[in-house]
């Protein structure tokens, strides 16, 4: 972003406060790509359906097993080992692939 900044700067300030700016810009960018590199380098990418564990979500389809919620947005094939009736808020507590595993949670109506 600081490089962006700089980049700007050359063409809006006089000379030669436009190339001390420019330069500035281009150290403090540098910097500014160690750091965040740094600091997110290690760290594990959580993508796809296991970020959904411990997310509450609402019953679409009914059924003694299987059927399907609602979470985020989007509809997913669900599983349990109690009926729940549509509309019902469960607790996403697992997953087998794309399949959702669902417990119910506290509030059992839709808002």
């Known amino acids: 972003m600081l490089i962006v ?3 700007v700067l050359l063409f809006v300030l006089p000379a030669p406060w436009n190339w001390i700016c420019f330069g500035a810009g281009l150290l403090l960018g540098a910097g ?3 750091l ?3 600091k997110v380098r290690g760290l594990p990418v959580r993508a796809g359906a296991e970020t959904l564990i411990g997310e509450s979500a609402v019953v679409v389809t009914p059924g003694r097993t299987d059927g399907q919620v609602e979470l ?3 509809v997913w094939a669900a599983r349990s080992e109690t009926e729940l009736p549509a509309g019902a808020t469960v607790k996403v507590v697992g997953r087998d692939d ?3 595993i669902v417990e119910p949670h506290g509030d059992t109506a839709r808002s």
């Open 98 to 100: 794309l399949t959702l």
């Open 5 to 7: 900044v700089g980049i």
């Open 72 to 74: 985020r947005g989007a």
């Open 32 to 34: 500014e790509v160690f």
């Open 36 to 38: 965040w590199n740094r």
